[in-house]
Structures are given as C-alpha cells and as structure tokens.
C-alpha cells in the first residue's frame, strides 16, 4: 500500500465509523492485518488515529513497515483505546527506545493482551526493561513475549525473564538473536530454571555475543540514520528479495555489465517517487506517452495525479521535470454548465472524498472568465461545495 495507501485506508475506516456510528452502529473492526506494506510513519500514524477512533481492535498484525519511534508511538497511543487487545504482532520495525517505552506504557492499559511481537524490532536494553516493567505488573494472561533481535543485553534480558514470575499462562519467552554473550546465554538460562520455566525459554542459538567494551551506542544518532533511509533504497531492497526469490543466485548475472537498463515507466507509474522520475531521463515525456493511453480519460487522469504526485517546490530539477511532461499542445477543454450540474450533484454523494471538497470549493473560487461563463451553475456548485464543507 505505502504511505498513501496506508493514508486512504484510514480515511475509509474513519468514514466508515462516522457514518455507522451515525446509525447507531459503529464500525467494530477487530482484526486489522498489514504486514510488509511499507506503510512507515505517517501512513502508521493515520491508521492510529483510526485505530484509536475504533477501539475495538483484538488483534493487530503490521510487521515489516518501516516505522521507527514516530509512528511507534502514535500506534501505542491507539492500542491504549482498544481495551481488547489480544494480539499485537510489529515484528521487524524500529522501536528504538524511544517506542519501545511508549508502547510499554500503553501495554500496561491491556489487560486483555496474550501475544506480545516485538521481535526484531530493536527495543535495546532501555526498551526491553521497560517492557519487563510492564510485564511485571500486568499482563495476566500473557501466552508469548517475542523480544528477539533486538540488541538486548544480558541485565535487560535476565529483567525480562524475572519479569514473567508467576505468568502461568506464558508458554513461549523468545530472546533469541540478542547481545547476551555465552555467560549471559548461561545465566538466563538458569534464571528461568529457576522459575520451573525453563522449557518456555526458545533457542538462544543465534545469540550476537556481548557488545564491545568501547562501543558507544548513541540512539538518537542511530534512530536518525535509520529515518533517513530513503524510498530507493528500501525498493531496492526489496527488488532483491523477489529476485533471491524467483531467480537462481547466478542469473542476475547473465546480463553484461555493459547493457544499461531501460527506463522503468511502469515502475514509475506504480510507485511514484522524484528520483524515479528524473531517472527516465531527458525522453520522459515520450516514454510516459507511450506507456499511457491517452485516448482513455480516466487511466489518463490517474497517470496526471500520480505524476503530479512528485512535484518538489524546492526541488528545482523535478519541477522542470514535471513540466516537461505538460505538453504545450494540448488544447484546453472548455467548460460548460453542464460540467458543473455534474459536479454539483457529484460532490453530494458519499463516493466523493471529503478532502477534495475544500480543493475544489478554492478551485471554483479563483477568477476565471471560463467559469464566470457558467453564470448559476457556478454560483449552485459553490452554495453546494459550501454546504457540504460544513455537515461534514
């Protein structure tokens, strides 16, 4: 989905709640499931506030989304709404600190909670102590804990195993793939003996060993770097995951080094992003062109919105790019009442996107001799726009 989708998504929920709840009949979603969607922070963020609005949620699935603290923390503020909660997987994000202490402190409004992912997830000593804290005092009925791979140490980890004491419900602690060394793999070991827990302990095969004495994390450094991972990089990424997947390792060297790939159009067209657009190069126009068949209005209305979708004001190149594209050509169409009639009636029905009223109402606004021509179906469509605007 990406950001965007993420964003229309929660916009539809939120719709979709207003109006049932309306009618005496509130949207109650339960199971909300969306791993690997690259939804990260802000398309996280609008779910949350959808989430929150809901709050009938019992299980909620989103691993692999590229959100860090930012989103984290707005999603933890959601769960604390959604009393429920049995199920909360977001496995393979980035907590960091930060998140995960604002998700220990949402956990301890969800009584309700039996799995608990956060594996992969890099909650660091700081977060995982803070989760212990959480689990201690709560929790009841807590079947899993998954804090895994998460650069956890062995004091935080041995606080994480005293936090589950008398957790009779637990049947799975997995701390696998930390910073725990050979005596600290020991000692935890032995600290869950301890408890007759032993055999709810996982693996701790893939243990990292303890952290070098002179390494200096410092988070917020690390939380930056990891923010500023960029749209390319991650399709990068995951281009070579298809390929690991659908391909031989050797095959993707068949191709000479020599050969240049082609432009990717529908790459483009797909998932829009700046640095797409100016590697189509300086024939940009021309391959959009033929990849979209101008004779089809609608295909040719959401190929202009997608484009239009990476102008950059401060990006220089981009909009020189953009307008590029914009043939000159291309004679304007011209506006008549009926246009308008059609609009009126349009923007009345419950298909219509709310946030596209205010953009239309500025639109209709604007000095315009095309649309001063269209005298009261001009002046109808903005009482309309108006009226709108304010029911909703």
Known sequence: MGIGGGKILAASLTHCH????????PLSLKVFVAGRNRLENDGATALAQAFQLMGSLEEVHMPQNGINHAGITALASAMQQNKALRILNLNDNTFTEKGAIAMAQALKHLASVQVINFGDCLVRPAGAKAIAETVSEGLPILKELNLSYGEITEEAALAVAQSVKGKDKLEKLDLNGNCLGEDG?????DA???LNMGEILGTLSDDEGEPEDDEDEDEDDDEEDLEDVDEEELEEEEEEEEEEEEEHSTSKFSTPVSAPRPPDVSSFLSFPSPDKLLKLGANRALLIEQQVDVSDAPKTAEAF??????YKEENR???NALYCICPDKVKPVLVVPGHLHALEHVVQQDYFPEQSVAV?????SRNNKILESCGNARITLQTTLQRVKSES
């Open 18 to 25: 207003k109006k049932s709840s309306a009618e005496a009949s």
């Open 185 to 189: 793999c020991v000692a935890l070991k």
């Open 192 to 194: 869950m003996e301890s």
């Open 305 to 310: 919105l997608k484009i239009a979708s990476v």
């Open 317 to 319: 190149d981009v909009k």
């Open 360 to 364: 239309l109402e500025a639109f209709m």
